[in-house]
C-alpha cells in the first residue's frame, strides 16, 4: 500500500495515472499489504475509492494489516469517505484472523556462532 501511494504523484505527473488506475481495475486479484500503515491523505482516500468503486465487480481485492477491523475508521480519517471505502471493502467480504506468532520469526535463521570482529 504505501509503495503504490508513493508511486501516485509520479503517475499524475507524466500522465500515466488514468492508465494505471484503469489497469488496476482490470486486475483479476489486487493485493494491498500493510493497509493503514501510512497515514492517507484525502487525495488518497479519494484515489482508493475510485479504484475500489472501478474494480467492484471486476475481481478480488484482498487487504492485509496489522489492526481489527473496527479500528479502520481512525486510521482511514474521514468519515465520510471512511464509510465509502470500508463498505465497498467489507460488503460481501470473506474475513480471517490469524493467530500464533508471526511466520518471520518462526522461520528466521538465528546463527549465535558468529565471531566477534
Do not use: C
Not at 482516500?45 to 475500489?52: E, F, Q
Not at 474521514?78 to 470473506?94: E, I, Q, V
Not at 506468532?101 to 546463527?111: F, L
Request: hydrophobic letters at 40%; proline letters at 5%.
Amino acid at each position: 500500500m504505501p509503495r503504490l501511494l508513493q508511486a501516485r504523484p509520479i503517475a499524475q505527473g507524466d500522465g500515466r495515472s488514468p492508465k494505471r488506475m484503469a489497469s488496476l481495475a482490470k486486475t483479476a486479484l489486487l493485493s494491498r499489504d500493510d493497509w493503514g500503515l501510512a497515514s492517507l491523505s484525502e487525495e488518497h482516500r479519494r484515489d482508493i475509492l475510485a479504484l475500489l468503486e472501478d474494480r467492484h465487480g471486476r475481481g478480488a481485492t484482498m487487504v492485509t494489516r496489522q489492526f481489527p477491523v473496527d479500528h479502520w475508521h481512525q486510521v482511514l480519517g474521514d468519515p465520510t469517505l471512511a464509510d465509502a471505502l470500508l463498505d465497498r471493502l467489507l460488503h460481501n467480504a470473506y474475513k480471517m484472523t490469524l493467530r500464533g506468532e508471526s511466520m518471520r520469526q518462526r522461520h528466521a535463521i538465528v546463527n549465535n556462532d558468529v565471531p566477534a570482529t
